[in-house]
């Protein structure tokens, strides 16, 4: 229900202010900043602990007060604006602002991690892996995820839409099935080649082409292994963009019956657009970071700039691969248990369902 979305937004945002507030007082446990370890991409290395934390539990404690502020729902109202308007740039600040390349870099690491770890390898220090500052990001996405949640679902209700699906009547334009198969399929096979570049110059070093970069790099790649990560990262990549392709095809919406327990049944929406959605959100932070990161100046100087060159379109890859989970979703979303269907029984509008107590 809306009041229980903006209750746990307000609740999250209201607790991690709260810690924010600690680090401010205590001058202890900021985790971004010059004194941050290996903090030279994030947008917030400069940003030291008596500025940061101070703003951060202004900026949240403000957050959960307007989210009380915003009510049960009702007519729009000039305050509702104001409030709304601030609760979309904090939660746009915490999903692709806050968060910077880590969260990528363990995503795409991760079964490598998994898989070697019995092994002992790849030889890493985990402490310096999952840190305390990886662990602020990936919070930061969390709460990001909850206020926009909630602040959707008000603002639709307000509007006269269906809380859960958004919809005021029958799809159309290029929300119609229709539509979104078009413009999905497009931005599918965009968010699929973008990775699959990646992958192709990471294996091509494993491989033993140094593609983009000279020969005595690639030999003290090989040397000290730090190649075959990379071609982990590159299968991690090359398997991300079969599955975007999937948000394009019949085997996307239905397991394949060749797959053990599995064959043959409907896809879930969520196992597709969720991982999509999240990936995305990495993939933007991750663009800021290389955009904005120490070095940053030199992205298109030097004789490397074929190796660099699918991580430049790391922006596009990160839009693109959202479009297509949302027009995949569009595609494929089914009559809304709450409003019934697109359309109310009487063809003129939605028939909502709700108690008017949960409001």
């Known amino acids: 229900m809306t009041q229980t979305a903006q209750r746990a937004a307000a609740g999250w945002a209201a607790g991690y202010g709260t810690l924010a507030l600690v680090w401010a007082v205590t001058g202890r446990g900021y985790p971004y900043g010059p004194?941050?370890?290996?903090?030279?991409?994030?947008?917030?290395?400069?940003?030291?602990?008596d500025v940061g934390a101070p703003v951060f539990a202004a900026v949240l404690l403000t957050a959960a007060v307007a989210l009380i502020a915003l009510g049960p729902g009702g007519p729009r109202r000039p305050l509702e604006r104001i409030l709304t308007g601030y609760l979309w740039v904090v939660a746009a600040a915490l999903l692709l602002v806050v968060p910077d390349v880590r969260l990528l870099t363990v995503a795409g690491y991760l079964p490598v991690?998994?898989?070697?770890?019995?092994?002992?390898?790849?030889?890493?220090?985990?402490?310096?892996?999952?840190?305390?500052?990886?662990?602020?990001?990936?919070?930061?996405?969390?709460?990001?995820?909850?206020?926009?949640?909630a602040v959707l679902r008000r603002q639709r209700h307000s509007s006269g839409a269906c809380v859960d699906c958004g919809r005021t009547g029958d799809p159309s334009g290029w929300t119609?099935?229709?539509?979104?198969?078009?413009?999905?399929?497009?931005?599918?096979?965009?968010?699929?080649v973008i990775p699959a570049l990646y992958a192709a110059v990471r294996l091509a070093w494993a491989a033993g082409y140094p593609l983009g970069i000279t020969p005595e790099f690639l030999a003290e790649m090989r040397r000290?292994?730090?190649v075959w990560a990379?071609?982990?990262?590159?299968?991690?990549?090359l398997a991300g963009a079969v599955l975007t392709l999937g948000l394009t095809q019949r085997w996307g919406e239905r397991f394949p019956r060749w797959m053990p327990w599995l064959g043959g049944r409907t896809v879930p929406i969520r196992l597709a657009t969720v991982p999509a959605a999240v990936v995305a959100v990495f993939v933007w932070s991750a663009s800021v970071s290389?955009?904005?990161?120490?070095?940053?100046?030199?992205?298109?100087?030097?004789?490397?700039?074929?190796?660099?060159l699918p991580m430049l379109l790391w922006p596009l890859w990160s839009v693109a691969l959202g479009?297509?989970?949302?027009?995949?979703?569009?595609?494929?979303?089914?009559?809304?248990?709450?409003?019934?269907?697109?359309?109310?029984?009487?063809?003129?509008?939605?028939?909502?369902?709700?108690?008017?107590s949960a409001y």
């Open 323 to 356: 479009a297509a989970a949302y027009g995949y979703h569009l595609r494929r979303r089914p009559p809304c248990e709450q409003c019934g269907n697109a359309t109310g029984a009487t063809g003129k509008g939605l028939v909502h369902r709700h108690r008017p």
């Open 113 to 149: 991690i998994i898989g070697g770890l019995p092994f002992g390898w790849p030889p890493i220090d985990y402490g310096d892996v999952f840190t305390w500052t990886l662990a602020n990001e990936a919070l930061a996405v969390a709460g990001g995820v909850l206020i926009a949640r």
């Open 176 to 192: 119609a099935p229709a539509a979104a198969a078009r413009w999905g399929r497009a931005a599918a096979w965009t968010a699929a």
């Open 230 to 237: 990379g071609a982990g990262l590159g299968v991690f990549a």
């Open 224 to 226: 000290t292994g730090l």
């Open 35 to 49: 004194a941050a370890p290996h903090n030279d991409a994030s947008v917030l290395r400069a940003v030291p602990a």
């Open 290 to 308: 290389l955009y904005t990161g120490d070095g940053s100046e030199a992205l298109l100087r030097g004789t490397d700039l074929l190796s660099r």
